[in-house]
């Protein structure tokens, strides 16, 4: 029999994973909270017209199709199936997938639900979502993504907010970040700029894997797409374009001085900057004109997080987008909002070693099971430690005592309660430190007071 697996781009969580993952999303939902920002989740699948054509034709073809359930095949012919067109018969075998990302479901259930709701909705919400992406380092198939969204309201002070939630997460988890903004207006005039003003989707799509491939397959690849020779050589002076904001600014504005989209662009970003200028933002913000976030529904701010210190892909990303709420059937309602990836975040928080303070345990006292003639008394400790908050176990099996010390010490369970005959005859306890192994006897009635003051001041 062959061994068990699981599917490439995913993966197990063991306990004490799950522990530091939980660690992020605790730290993640805290900071959304403390903004307004309140839940909602939305189903693993949705309708497969729900998500196709949302995030642009390379993005399409990442999504996980669900076959129909029952007879599958019964909707094809013979001559379908001998044509081998993957298009067609995709359409035909499957009416569901699994979703992309949290932001189209999220415009969906908007529509759904809109005489429920009042704008501006401010909402958060951590699922998982899947891409049949090739598996690579810090690139799964299953990861989880943890958005944070305004919709219904146009305000610039929207995407201020959210610069200030990123900066406020990634202190919390004590990762520093490089946030790199931009505007998709600036890259619609930079098209109309260079004369390939209806080509913006190829345009940014390209642009986006700059970091990725380099400024030569960028090129290449603009020209397998047909973008002009003359086209191409004019891009190269504004995409290599160095200097700090307010300089860039001033070479955009005479650059684009034909394009209202463009200028609009600038203006947008100029606002933004201007909030920002005032304010005790801790991580490194940039205006980076190579930043396209390649996803179709972004048109006005683009925003996306790096990690400074690790060698990885964007652990957070979004922007701003006008009418993805109008192909399902409501015009004009704006949106704004950012995803953190929390399978990378934690890939990063491992490799920096800053899970150390998390507490690698969920238990914080195991209470020894010395027997039947015991049990009642360890047990009625059990409960009076849950009762005022601590998190405790108390040992099944009256197995020797040095299985249930190396169960704790497995578990990393910080302290041990004994209990046994001499202790019971006194209406005492022993607690012993794992770390130290120091003991000492405590009376019982001192349970509470003593052990709150020993495990909360670590």
């Known amino acids: 029999m062959s061994k068990p697996s699981i599917p490439k781009g995913t993966r197990d969580f063991t306990t004490g994973e799950m522990i530091k993952r939980d660690f992020i999303f605790d730290t993640v939902k805290s900071v959304f909270r403390l903004y307004g920002y ?136 004590k990762i520093n970040v490089i946030i790199k903004i931009n505007n998709r207006k600036i890259l619609s005039g930079i098209a109309e700029y ?117 060698a990885i892909g964007s652990i957070c990303g979004g922007g701003r987008y006008d009418n993805l709420t109008g192909v399902f059937g409501l015009e004009g309602v704006s949106g704004v909002g950012v995803s953190f990836g929390a399978d990378r975040i934690y890939d990063v928080m491992t490799q920096l070693s800053l899970f150390q303070q998390t507490g690698a345990s969920s238990t914080e006292v195991l209470v020894l099971n010395f027997g039947p003639r015991e049990n009642n008394y360890a047990l009625n400790i059990a409960e009076r430690l849950r009762s005022s908050g601590i998190r405790s176990e108390f040992y099944p099996d009256p197995v020797k005592l040095k299985k249930q010390m190396s169960y704790a010490a497995s578990g990393n369970i910080p302290y041990i309660i004994i209990a046994g005959e001499d202790e019971i005859r006194n209406t005492e306890f022993t607690l012993k430190v794992m770390a130290s192994g120091e003991q000492k006897r405590i009376k019982l009635v001192d349970l509470e007071s003593v052990i709150m003051s020993t495990i909360r001041i670590i």
């Open 194 to 310: 260079i004369g390939e003003g209806g080509r913006i989707t190829d345009i940014t799509v390209a642009i986006d894997k700059l970091d990725k491939i380099g400024i030569d397959a960028v090129n290449s690849e603009l020209r397998e797409k047909g973008i002009s020779e003359e086209a191409v050589e004019k891009l190269q002076p504004v995409i290599r374009l160095t200097g700090n904001t307010e300089e860039k600014t001033e070479v955009l504005e005479r650059l684009l001085e034909e394009s209202a989209s463009g200028l609009n662009g600038l203006s947008e970003l100029k606002t933004l900057f201007s909030y920002m200028s005032n304010s005790s933002i801790r991580g490194k913000v940039e205006f980076d004109l190579t930043l396209a976030r390649g996803l179709n529904y972004y048109t006005g701010a683009i925003i996306e997080v790096k990690a400074a210190d690790v």
């Open 38 to 173: 309140r839940p909602v989740e939305t189903p693993a699948m949705e309708n497969l017209t729900t998500l196709l054509g949302k995030y642009g034709d390379e993005a399409d073809r990442l999504i996980f199709r669900i076959l129909n359930s029952g007879d599958f095949l019964s909707g094809t012919t013979d001559d379908d199936l001998l044509q081998r067109d993957t298009g067609k018969l995709s359409s035909q075998l499957c009416e569901k997938a699994l979703r992309y990302d949290l932001t189209v479901p999220f415009a969906r259930f908007v529509v759904q639900h809109r005489n429920e709701i009042v704008f501006p909705f401010k909402r958060y919400q951590i699922q998982p979502v899947w891409r049949a992406d090739r598996p690579q380092k810090g690139r799964y198939r299953e990861f989880f993504q943890c958005d944070v969204d305004v919709i219904g309201s146009d305000s610039l002070l929207n995407e201020y907010e959210l610069i200030r939630i990123i900066d406020d997460v990634f202190a919390e988890l």
